[in-house]
């Protein structure tokens, strides 16, 4: 079933580090710690997996802050959405159903701002390479002090009760039979976003490459 939670964190960029490497030199996540008004979040940001077949696969580009609909003006702190368009949620994958279709996801044209958010999702190409390369396409937009915003699933069973953010990434089509496949949805996508001084955010976005590309309206995968 999709997540009980959803949302986005706005703050400010604090600091960011990189996974300890295990035994054989892998790492997984790059960490990056956003301070609110009610903490230091620490979110961890998937570059890498466990299964060794499975690779990441990234976007990175900029965006003018009203392609984020209504999210930019949300304020500091964590914010659950609703798993909607139009509560500012993001979906990689909805743009070829958002059409004037009866009865496919809308009874009316998406707004005009997550017409062009989703355009911009469609037209990027996914790219691959090593861990490596995908820290380094996050880190690059990783300036401390910038307004950020990260989109996943809050912690809220952390043992040492730190405040944070996960499943910053794709979470949609994973395979039928995967421990993942429980948690596929719609309009629940994880992203990395800083804001430039012009008021433009870099965007980082993140997938595994075993996720499917087309989803049905559960986000299962679809062949």
């Known amino acids: 079933m999709p997540f009980e939670r959803y949302g986005v964190l706005s703050g400010t960029l604090y600091r960011h580090y990189r996974d300890r490497p295990d035994d054989q030199g892998r790492w997984f996540h790059v960490h990056v710690e956003v301070d609110a008004p009610d903490g230091r979040y620490r979110c961890a940001v998937d570059v890498d997996s466990h299964k060794s077949n499975v690779g990441v696969q990234w976007k990175a580009f ?3 802050a009203d392609a ?3 999210v930019p003006a949300l304020g500091p702190g964590c914010h ?11 979906d990689f994958l909805r743009h070829p159903e958002l059409v004037d279709r009866s009865g496919v996801l809308f009874q009316r044209r998406p707004p005009s701002w997550l017409q062009d958010l989703l355009d911009l999702f469609g037209s990027r190409p996914w790219h691959a390479g090593s861990n490596i390369d995908a820290a380094t396409a ?3 937009i990783l300036v401390e002090g910038r307004p950020t915003l990260v989109f996943g699933e809050p912690f809220d069973d952390d043992p040492e009760g730190d405040l944070g953010m996960h499943n910053i990434h794709q979470n949609q089509g994973d395979p ?3 421990q993942w496949s429980p948690e596929n949805g719609i309009w629940q996508d994880g992203a990395t976003l800083t804001q430039r001084p012009d008021g433009r955010y870099d965007v980082f976005v993140n997938k595994f490459s075993s996720q499917a590309g087309h989803t049905d309206s559960a986000g299962r995968p679809v062949v």
Do not use: H, V
Request: proline share 13%; charged share 15%.
């Open 62 to 64: 900029t965006l003018d």
């Open 68 to 70: 984020l609909g209504p």
């Open 80 to 90: 659950d959405l609703g798993p909607s368009p139009d509560s500012g949620a993001l």
């Open 138 to 140: 996050l880190e690059a």
């Open 176 to 178: 039928a039979g995967s």
